[in-house]
C-alpha cells in the first residue's frame, strides 16, 4: 500500500509559472487582516511558516518571503491532471485531497520500481515533485510519505515505523490531534513509544473504550483500513472571513448572493444538487448562527439557493456587525440519483476538525 503526496502543492503549481521565485521563500495566501496561509515553500518554512497560520503572522516570521494569492480553479486542474497519471499506472486509487491519494499496489510487478516509474512521469508532464510512503496499511504509508520530504521515497514494514518514530511525539500519527496529545501529556505519555508502552486500561479509563483502545492500535501503527473509493460528500458550501466587519444590510446580501453562485456553480460542475439550503453567520463578538431552509426537490438553480438564503439572512436580522457569512446547500444527490439510480453516488462528507481530535483517518 503507498501514499502519494505532491510536495507544497499549492507554492509548487505557483512556481510553474513564476519560476523565477524558485529557491525563495514563498508563501500562497489569501489578502486582507485575517488571511490564513494556505502552504508555504520549504524556504519559508525554515523560517516557522505553516499552513493555517495567520498571514500577517507568516509576514513577521518571513518579511522578505514573496506572497501570492491562491488560485484554486488552478490548482484543481493540475491536481487532475495528476491524479489521471496515478490512475494509468495503478488501477485501485482512493484520492483524498487534490494532492494526495493512496494506492493500492497489490498484484503490480515489483512494487518500488512502478511507484518510482510513477513519480518521474508527473515530474516530467506537470513539474512538480512527489513524496511516496510504501508500508503495510495506511497509517504506516500515510507517516513514511511525510518523513522525508520534500521528493521523499520510504518503504516501511510496521515494526520499523514503530522503532523510527518511537521517540516522536503522538501527534505525529494522523488522527491524534493538539487536545488529544495535550490528554496523552497530562499522563505522561510524550512519546509515541510511551503510549504504545502504556496499559491500554489507562487509555480505556482516560479516553473511554472505543477512542481508548483506537489510540493504542494507531501508536502501534496498526490499521486496518483498505484503499476505497473517496468519500462523497453530503454538503457543499462556501464562506467568508471579511476584513472587517460588515453592519450595512446591503454588502451583506451582495456578498451572500456572489456566494451562492460560486456555490451553485460548483455543485453543476459535478452534478450535484441538494433540497437543504443554509447560511452561516458568525458575528463580531463570534457569536456563531445557523439558519436552514429545506426545499421540495434538489437543486442547484443559483435564482432559488441565492432566494432562499437572502430570506434566512433577512429573518435572523443578525443584530451585530457580522465577521464571517456563508452559505451551504445539503442533503446532496447527483445525476445518477436524481434519475432513480439506486446506487447513485451520495454519501458521508469526510469530517474535518471543528476544535475536537478526529481519531478516524480521512483514509
Do not use: W
Not at 118 to 124: H, S
Not at 199 to 215: A, C, D, H, K, M
Amino acid at each position: 500500500m503507498a501514499h502519494l503526496d505532491a510536495d507544497a502543492f499549492y507554492v509548487s503549481v505557483e512556481l510553474r509559472r513564476r519560476p523565477e521565485l524558485r529557491g525563495m521563500p514563498v508563501v500562497v495566501a489569501g489578502r486582507g487582516p485575517r488571511a490564513v496561509v494556505t502552504t508555504a515553500s520549504y524556504e519559508a518554512r525554515r523560517y516557522g511558516v505553516g499552513s493555517a497560520m495567520p498571514a500577517a503572522r507568516a509576514r513577521r516570521l518571513c518579511p522578505d518571503a514573496v506572497f501570492l494569492a491562491p488560485d484554486f480553479a488552478t490548482y484543481r486542474e493540475v491536481s487532475a491532471t495528476v491524479m489521471a497519471i496515478v490512475r494509468a499506472h495503478v488501477e485501485r486509487v482512493e484520492v483524498v485531497g487534490l494532492d494526495e491519494a493512496y494506492l493500492d499496489l497489490e498484484g503490480l510487478f515489483s512494487p518500488r520500481a512502478a511507484m518510482r516509474r510513477l513519480v518521474v512521469e508527473i515530474r516530467a508532464s506537470t513539474q512538480l515533485t512527489c513524496s511516496v510512503g510504501i508500508g503495510p496499511n495506511k497509517l504506516v504509508a500515510k507517516v513514511a510519505s511525510d518523513a522525508e520530504k520534500p521528493a521523499g521515497f520510504l518503504v516501511l514494514s510496521r515494526e520499523q515505523a514503530c522503532a523510527r518514530f518511537a521517540r516522536s511525539p503522538p501527534g505525529l500519527v494522523p488522527g491524534i490531534g493538539p487536545k488529544t496529545a495535550g490528554r496523552l501529556a497530562e499522563l505522561g505519555l510524550t512519546t509515541l513509544a510511551a503510549v504504545a508502552a502504556a496499559p491500554e486500561q489507562l487509555l480505556v479509563e482516560r479516553f473511554g473504550p472505543n477512542l481508548g483502545r483506537e489510540l493504542a492500535r494507531r501508536v502501534r501503527f496498526e490499521h486496518d483500513g483498505q484503499v476505497g473509493a473517496p468519500r462523497k460528500v453530503i454538503s457543499e458550501s462556501r464562506e467568508r472571513t471579511f476584513d472587517s466587519d460588515i453592519s450595512d444590510p446591503a454588502q451583506l446580501r451582495e456578498a451572500l448572493a456572489r456566494m451562492a453562485e460560486e456555490l451553485c456553480a460548483g455543485l453543476g460542475l459535478h452534478h450535484r444538487r441538494g433540497r437543504t439550503i443554509a447560511i452561516k453567520v458568525r458575528l463580531d463578538d463570534f457569536t456563531t448562527v445557523t439558519r436552514a431552509h429545506t426545499v421540495p426537490e434538489p437543486t442547484c438553480d443559483p435564482k432559488l439557493v441565492g432566494a432562499h438564503a437572502l430570506r434566512l439572512l433577512e429573518d435572523y436580522s443578525p443584530p451585530r456587525p457580522v465577521r464571517l457569512l456563508g452559505v451551504r446547500v445539503a442533503g446532496l444527490v447527483c445525476a445518477g440519483s436524481l434519475a432513480g439510480d439506486p446506487d447513485g453516488p451520495t454519501g458521508r462528507r469526510a469530517a474535518r476538525g471543528t476544535g475536537a481530535d478526529q481519531l478516524a483517518l480521512p483514509m
